[in-house]
Protein backbone atom coordinates (compact mmCIF):
# COMPACT_ATOMS: atom_id res chain seq x y z
CA UNK A 1 0.00 0.00 0.00
CA UNK A 2 2.96 1.97 0.80
CA UNK A 3 4.38 1.79 -2.71
CA UNK A 4 0.91 2.60 -4.57
CA UNK A 5 0.62 5.76 -2.45
CA UNK A 6 4.55 6.45 -3.51
CA UNK A 7 2.97 5.97 -7.24
CA UNK A 8 0.80 8.51 -6.61
CA UNK A 9 2.31 11.32 -4.95
CA UNK A 10 5.45 10.96 -7.50
CA UNK A 11 2.12 11.20 -10.09
CA UNK A 12 1.20 14.34 -8.56
CA UNK A 13 4.45 16.01 -8.54
CA UNK A 14 5.70 14.72 -12.06
CA UNK A 15 2.67 15.68 -13.55
CA UNK A 16 -0.02 17.78 -11.36
CA UNK A 17 -2.15 18.75 -14.86
CA UNK A 18 -3.02 15.34 -15.03
CA UNK A 19 -6.21 14.10 -14.18
CA UNK A 20 -6.72 11.31 -11.62
CA UNK A 21 -8.16 8.86 -14.11
CA UNK A 22 -5.23 9.14 -16.38
CA UNK A 23 -2.63 8.70 -13.11
CA UNK A 24 -4.14 5.78 -12.39
CA UNK A 25 -4.10 4.18 -15.65
CA UNK A 26 -0.75 5.34 -16.11
CA UNK A 27 0.16 3.88 -12.62
CA UNK A 28 -1.46 0.87 -13.70
CA UNK A 29 -0.01 0.68 -17.13
CA UNK A 30 3.44 0.57 -15.04
CA UNK A 31 2.54 -1.84 -12.48
CA UNK A 32 1.69 -4.45 -15.33
CA UNK A 33 4.91 -3.57 -17.12
CA UNK A 34 6.92 -3.98 -13.91
CA UNK A 35 4.58 -7.40 -12.51
CA UNK A 36 4.21 -9.41 -16.28
CA UNK A 37 7.09 -7.35 -18.59
CA UNK A 38 9.28 -10.95 -18.25
CA UNK A 39 7.00 -13.32 -18.65
CA UNK A 40 6.82 -14.89 -22.37
CA UNK A 41 2.80 -15.02 -22.83
CA UNK A 42 3.42 -17.21 -26.38
CA UNK A 43 3.93 -20.54 -24.84
CA UNK A 44 4.80 -23.40 -27.01
CA UNK A 45 1.91 -25.74 -27.84
CA UNK A 46 2.22 -29.13 -27.39
CA UNK A 47 2.02 -31.25 -30.82
CA UNK A 48 -1.37 -32.28 -31.67
CA UNK A 49 -2.49 -34.90 -34.16
CA UNK A 50 -4.75 -32.87 -35.90
CA UNK A 51 -1.97 -30.13 -36.34
CA UNK A 52 0.03 -29.52 -39.84
CA UNK A 53 3.64 -30.99 -39.99
CA UNK A 54 6.44 -28.76 -39.52
CA UNK A 55 6.97 -27.32 -43.07
CA UNK A 56 10.67 -28.52 -44.08
CA UNK A 57 13.07 -27.20 -46.78
CA UNK A 58 11.95 -29.96 -49.25
CA UNK A 59 8.31 -28.71 -49.07
CA UNK A 60 9.41 -24.86 -49.60
CA UNK A 61 11.66 -26.35 -52.05
CA UNK A 62 8.28 -27.54 -53.76
CA UNK A 63 6.03 -24.84 -53.07
CA UNK A 64 8.61 -22.64 -54.98
CA UNK A 65 8.96 -25.35 -57.90
CA UNK A 66 5.03 -25.04 -58.15
CA UNK A 67 4.97 -21.30 -57.85
CA UNK A 68 7.64 -21.19 -60.58
CA UNK A 69 5.69 -23.71 -63.00
CA UNK A 70 2.73 -21.95 -62.75
CA UNK A 71 4.78 -18.24 -63.70
CA UNK A 72 6.28 -20.51 -66.73
CA UNK A 73 2.82 -21.33 -67.63
CA UNK A 74 1.46 -18.12 -67.23
CA UNK A 75 4.28 -16.83 -68.74
CA UNK A 76 3.52 -18.61 -72.17
CA UNK A 77 0.09 -17.78 -72.05
CA UNK A 78 1.05 -13.93 -72.39
CA UNK A 79 4.14 -14.27 -74.23
CA UNK A 80 6.62 -13.22 -71.51
CA UNK A 81 10.02 -13.44 -72.08
CA UNK A 82 12.28 -15.90 -69.85
CA UNK A 83 13.15 -12.63 -68.07
CA UNK A 84 9.74 -11.34 -66.98
CA UNK A 85 8.80 -14.70 -65.98
CA UNK A 86 11.54 -14.96 -63.49
CA UNK A 87 10.55 -11.54 -62.39
CA UNK A 88 7.07 -12.57 -62.22
CA UNK A 89 7.94 -15.52 -60.32
CA UNK A 90 9.82 -12.95 -57.73
CA UNK A 91 6.30 -10.99 -57.44
CA UNK A 92 4.36 -13.78 -56.92
CA UNK A 93 6.50 -14.39 -54.08
CA UNK A 94 6.06 -10.87 -52.48
CA UNK A 95 9.48 -9.69 -53.69
CA UNK A 96 10.06 -5.75 -53.55
CA UNK A 97 11.30 -4.54 -56.55
CA UNK A 98 14.84 -3.94 -54.96
CA UNK A 99 14.78 -7.32 -53.65
CA UNK A 100 13.70 -8.72 -56.95
CA UNK A 101 16.87 -6.57 -58.39
CA UNK A 102 19.01 -7.76 -56.22
CA UNK A 103 18.20 -11.17 -56.38
CA UNK A 104 18.30 -11.43 -60.13
CA UNK A 105 21.72 -9.01 -60.18
CA UNK A 106 19.80 -6.19 -62.26
CA UNK A 107 18.93 -2.54 -62.06
CA UNK A 108 16.03 -1.45 -60.25
CA UNK A 109 14.63 0.03 -63.30
CA UNK A 110 15.23 -2.72 -65.17
CA UNK A 111 12.67 -5.04 -63.34
CA UNK A 112 10.63 -1.71 -63.00
CA UNK A 113 10.47 -2.17 -66.84
CA UNK A 114 9.96 -5.58 -66.92
CA UNK A 115 7.02 -5.18 -64.67
CA UNK A 116 5.63 -2.43 -67.02
CA UNK A 117 6.04 -4.74 -69.56
CA UNK A 118 4.06 -7.71 -68.20
CA UNK A 119 1.11 -5.70 -67.18
CA UNK A 120 0.80 -4.65 -70.62
CA UNK A 121 1.02 -7.90 -71.81
CA UNK A 122 -1.17 -9.28 -69.66
CA UNK A 123 -3.56 -6.20 -69.70
CA UNK A 124 -3.62 -5.16 -65.83
CA UNK A 125 -2.85 -1.71 -63.86
CA UNK A 126 -1.73 -3.22 -60.60
CA UNK A 127 0.80 -6.05 -58.97
CA UNK A 128 -2.80 -7.00 -57.22
CA UNK A 129 -4.49 -7.27 -60.68
CA UNK A 130 -1.55 -9.34 -61.99
CA UNK A 131 -1.76 -11.69 -59.24
CA UNK A 132 -5.17 -12.61 -59.59
CA UNK A 133 -4.45 -12.66 -63.11
CA UNK A 134 -1.98 -15.27 -62.24
CA UNK A 135 -4.45 -16.85 -60.03
CA UNK A 136 -7.22 -17.80 -62.34
CA UNK A 137 -5.11 -19.01 -64.87
CA UNK A 138 -6.33 -22.74 -66.03
CA UNK A 139 -3.47 -24.09 -65.94
CA UNK A 140 -3.77 -23.24 -61.91
CA UNK A 141 -2.48 -26.29 -59.87
Known amino acids: ?37 NRAFAYPRTSDKNDPA ?10 NDAIRDQCLAFGRLHNLTEAECETLFYLAKGFTISRIAEKRIVSKNTIKSQI ?5 KVGVHSKQGLLDALERNPSHM
Do not use: C
Open 116 to 120: TSIYR
Open 1 to 37: MATGLAVGRITSIAAPDVEAPTAVAVALLLAFIFLFG
Open 54 to 63: PTSSGDIGDI
